[in-house]
């Protein structure tokens, strides 16, 4: 697995300047907490003690906020947990790595819901409804970075007519400290994100290439349509923190794009997903690799016939906190290319 082998150390003064930057103590929750989450007005009486977590992303904010005491399960991980995660995962029930059903979710007699994606908790969701845990008197929060995509064309994923940053990545760690009264711990989580970012930005600096980037998720087959990262999700923010761009301009979150279509784009640098899933055929970085480099048409590509391939968590494609260990294996893989100092 490549997860997380390249990224770039962080020096110990930007982690202490960032953390000295905290306030003396954030305040502790007062209860009843009710928050505004996409929309919804969700009320807590006290601190969740059996959460479930559906969608990796929501599952590592809480372990790395300590909570694996109070978590009841866990579903649907398209890679493994992070490694320093792993002791702390291992003390959470694995619902399922691919979507639970709602009998199963209610079987861990849960009193907090969270989800990352909208077809894991959302008005189209074939799993539930936040109105199912609602009726049952179980508060559900749903991750504000998907919330701000638009769902006018029908697609689950929706569309994002501008740019995802850190900042709703950061609102989602703070609820989530607020909600479980560890506002201090969230505080911390949010401090060492902001100085691993700002460290990314100052080793690429003003020495911007405009790299052109494609961000190829997976294709159930050679045959079929490659998933690519969006303009303004995930993928976008990455390239954008790179001194590129994203060759897809579509605002659709996860475009679906014939290889005839990519190569009309002509990317100079392709990113490909690691997934540890097993569904589809290209999931994995060697089977996507074989095929940029045997097919006829694809081969051709400045990037592939110049070796600027690179390899990238699948995860860090959604907005979640994989995004920024994304960022950086990227930046290591680019480096060492020579494409920037």
């Not at 969230?186 to 052109?212: M, T």
Request: aromatic share 6%; glycine share 8%.
């Amino acid at each position: 697995m490549h997860v997380a082998r390249s990224i770039c150390a962080l020096s110990g003064l930007m982690i202490a300047v960032a953390l000295s930057a905290l306030p003396a103590g954030a305040a502790p929750t007062t209860y009843p907490l009710t928050l505004n989450n996409c929309g919804v007005d969700v009320t807590f009486e006290k601190a969740p003690e059996r959460a479930i977590a559906l969608g990796q992303n929501s599952a590592e904010i809480m372990l790395l906020l300590g909570l694996e005491g109070r978590m009841a399960g866990t579903a649907f991980w398209p890679s493994q947990v992070l490694p320093e995660l792993a002791a702390a995962n291992e003390q959470v029930k694995l619902l399922t790595v691919e979507s639970p059903s709602l009998e199963a979710i209610l079987a861990e007699r849960p009193d907090f819901v969270a989800a990352q994606l909208l077809n894991l908790l959302g008005p189209e969701s074939k799993i539930a409804k936040r109105e199912d845990f609602a009726n049952l008197g179980i508060p559900s929060y749903v991750s504000p970075g998907v919330c701000a995509t638009s769902h006018d064309a029908g697609d689950v994923h929706g569309a994002r007519a501008s740019l995802w940053n850190m900042d709703l990545l950061y609102q989602e760690i703070d609820e989530l400290s607020q909600i479980f009264d560890v506002a201090d711990r969230g505080q911390q989580v949010i401090a060492e994100f902001k100085a691993r970012e700002a460290a990314l930005r100052e080793r690429v600096g003003g020495e911007s290439q405009d790299l052109s980037f494609v961000f190829w998720f997976s294709s159930p087959s050679p045959a079929d349509d490659a998933y690519l990262g969006g303009k303004n999700g995930a993928s976008g923010f990455i390239a954008d923190l790179l001194g590129g761009h994203n060759v897809m301009q579509t605002e659709v979150e996860w475009p679906t794009v014939s290889w005839e279509g990519i190569i009309a784009t002509n990317p100079g640098v392709i990113v490909i997903a690691d997934l540890d899933r097993n569904r589809w055929e290209l999931d994995k970085p060697e089977a996507k690799i074989e095929f940029l480099k045997t097919d006829p048409a694809v081969s051709q590509l400045e990037a592939v016939r110049n070796g600027r391939i690179v390899i990238m968590d699948g995860q860090a494609m959604n907005p979640t906190i994989r995004t920024i260990y994304g960022a950086e294996q990227v930046a290591d893989q680019l480096e060492a290319l020579g494409l920037f100092k």
